[in-house]
């Protein structure tokens, strides 16, 4: 895990617990400080050919959204120019970071190397954001399944360096090869609520719920999640990234724009994504917890995105920030008193962070076993019983299933522990 910078605003997924990482996923940390991004651009650590294939791809395929900033700090088109190139040559020395790049300039052998991260994240708030264009642009391209080579592994990079949710996002991309979601699991609408603000009545997926949850975040989504790309019987799906083609590249882009940053918050500028979820897909939402005392638990949560009508959409949106890529989730439900998994309300009540990794498709039974062959027990979950499978030696632990899936994990211990 790279991360660049260090803690942010003082979140508690952003404060590195090294030993986590290395007992229970054989994995190390580095860490890079976000000026090292600044001396790279100074002293020109990065392959100008590649930046200048980066820019003019930004150009061609990166539209402009609306500015909702006043006048008195909104930025000049001259401005937006050279914010762009900031964003290119940040997105290609970020990846340098991850995994190096022999095509480095003569006498930056050692920069050539990179860190070998397979996940990472971006601190960004508030000493980055107040003083530089944020990472909303590298962050999503990132974690895209394409950049301006075409098609490629997505790699993964947590906003404000959310180690928990990087690592969360991991666990799904290993498990699916596709690019994840970052967001925050922002509100939560009843179907009264929703009635009431815009006169709609819920259908489908989110009726069962009684109402969804709105994923959201400052524009550092995966592209893939816009939902446009289509299955053979026209259905909304985010491909594995090694089937992603020019066709499905185009159309992803062209349902995106990049609103001007919000400059009452990050006063150093930047573009935010910004797209609409305009499909029914399967999703898994996870988060990765660490509690002390007890160590590592996951969350799980199967459901489907919605697509609620755009007039909907747009009153609901406009009551957070309208230049963020917006996603509703509502999750399978069992309707049963007391259960977290009553309605979509229960599933965000007992959360344990505003954030959330998002995975298209139905995978909780995947990451089930992977947790258990990690030794982290799952705490909740609404995967069919039929579909779990844990290894036989967890039958002795009780007939309680979540419960002996703790019991085992602390009887066997972390995986990669010495």
């Given at each position: 895990?790279?991360?660049?910078?260090?803690?942010?605003?003082?979140?508690?997924?952003?404060?590195?617990?090294?030993?986590?990482?290395?007992?229970?996923?054989?994995?190390?940390?580095?860490?890079?400080?976000?000026?090292?991004?600044?001396?790279?651009?100074?002293?020109?650590?990065?392959?100008?050919?590649?930046?200048?294939?980066?820019?003019?791809?930004?150009?061609?395929?990166?539209?402009?959204?609306?500015?909702?900033?006043?006048?008195?700090?909104?930025?000049?088109?001259?401005?937006?120019?050279?914010?762009?190139?900031?964003?290119?040559?940040?997105?290609?020395?970020?990846?340098?970071?991850?995994?190096?790049?022999?095509?480095?300039?003569?006498?930056?052998?050692?920069?050539?190397?990179?860190?070998?991260?397979?996940?990472?994240?971006?601190?960004?708030?508030?000493?980055?954001?107040?003083?530089?264009?944020?990472?909303?642009?590298?962050?999503?391209?990132?974690?895209?399944?394409?950049?301006?080579?075409?098609?490629?592994?997505?790699?993964?990079?947590?906003?404000?360096?959310?180690?928990?949710?990087?690592?969360?996002?991991?666990?799904?991309?290993?498990?699916?090869?596709?690019?994840?979601?970052?967001?925050?699991?922002?509100?939560?609408?009843?179907?009264?609520?929703?009635?009431?603000?815009?006169?709609?009545?819920?259908?489908?997926?989110?009726?069962?719920?009684?109402?969804?949850?709105?994923?959201?975040?400052?524009?550092?989504?995966?592209?893939?999640?816009?939902?446009?790309?289509?299955?053979?019987?026209?259905?909304?799906?985010?491909?594995?990234?090694?089937?992603?083609?020019?066709?499905?590249?185009?159309?992803?882009?062209?349902?995106?724009?990049?609103?001007?940053?919000?400059?009452?918050?990050?006063?150093?500028?930047?573009?935010?994504?910004?797209?609409?979820?305009?499909?029914?897909?399967?999703?898994?939402?996870?988060?990765?917890?660490?509690?002390?005392?007890?160590?590592?638990?996951?969350?799980?949560?199967?459901?489907?995105?919605?697509?609620?009508?755009?007039?909907?959409?747009?009153?609901?949106?406009?009551?957070t920030d309208y230049t963020w890529p917006c996603t509703?989730?509502?999750?399978?439900?069992?309707?049963?008193?007391?259960?977290?998994?009553?309605?979509?309300?229960?599933?965000?009540?007992?959360?344990?962070?505003?954030?959330?990794?998002?995975?298209?498709?139905?995978?909780?039974?995947?990451?089930?076993?992977?947790?258990?062959?990690?030794?982290?027990?799952?705490?909740?979950?609404?995967?069919?019983?039929?579909?779990?499978?844990?290894?036989?030696?967890?039958?002795?632990?009780?007939?309680?299933?979540?419960?002996?899936?703790?019991?085992?994990?602390?009887?066997?211990?972390?995986?990669?522990?010495?």
């Amino acid at each position: 895990y790279l991360q660049i910078g260090s803690v942010t605003m003082g979140i508690g997924g952003s404060i590195i617990d090294q030993d986590f990482i290395e007992s229970y996923l054989g994995m190390r940390v580095e860490s890079v400080d976000e000026v090292e991004i600044l001396r790279r651009m100074d002293e020109h650590v990065y392959n100008e050919d590649e930046y200048q294939k980066a820019l003019a791809w930004v150009k061609e395929y990166c539209k402009e959204g609306f500015d909702k900033n006043p006048d008195f700090v909104k930025a000049s088109d001259e401005q937006k120019v050279q914010t762009w190139e900031f964003l290119a040559k940040m997105a290609v020395i970020i990846e340098d970071l991850y995994q190096g790049n022999p095509d480095l300039p003569e006498g930056c052998e050692e920069e050539a190397v990179g860190h070998n991260a397979i996940c990472g994240g971006f601190q960004g708030q508030r000493q980055w954001t107040d003083w530089k264009p944020n990472c909303d642009f590298p962050e999503a391209i990132l974690n895209t399944s394409f950049d301006w080579n075409g098609a490629r592994e997505p790699f993964i990079l947590a906003t404000e360096n959310d180690v928990l949710n990087g690592l969360g996002m991991l666990f799904m991309n290993l498990l699916t090869n596709r690019a994840q979601m970052f967001a925050d699991v922002r509100t939560y609408w009843s179907g009264s609520a929703v009635k009431r603000a815009t006169g709609y009545d819920l259908e489908g997926k989110a009726k069962e719920a009684d109402g969804f949850i709105h994923l959201i975040n400052s524009g550092a989504c995966c592209l893939d999640a816009c939902g446009e790309v289509k299955d053979e019987n026209g259905n909304g799906i985010m491909k594995e990234w090694y089937d992603i083609t020019e066709e499905d590249i185009k159309t992803i882009m062209g349902a995106t724009e990049w609103c001007a940053a919000d400059n009452g918050y990050f006063r150093g500028g930047g573009f935010s994504s910004r797209f609409l979820t305009r499909a029914e897909m399967p999703a898994t939402m996870i988060r990765l917890n660490l509690v002390r005392g007890l160590g590592p638990v996951l969350q799980i949560a199967e459901g489907w995105t919605v697509n609620l009508p755009d007039e909907v959409s747009d009153k609901i949106w406009k009551r957070t920030d309208y230049t963020w890529p917006c996603t509703w989730f509502a999750p399978r439900t069992d309707g049963v008193e007391g259960s977290p998994f009553k309605t979509a309300y229960e599933v965000m009540n007992n959360w344990g962070a505003n954030h959330g990794a998002i995975s298209y498709g139905h995978i909780g039974a995947d990451l089930i076993t992977m947790c258990s062959m990690l030794r982290i027990p799952v705490c909740m979950h609404n995967v069919p019983t039929e579909k779990i499978f844990r290894p036989a030696a967890w039958n002795a632990f009780g007939m309680d299933k979540e419960g002996a899936d703790y019991r085992a994990c602390a009887n066997f211990g972390p995986f990669y522990k010495k």
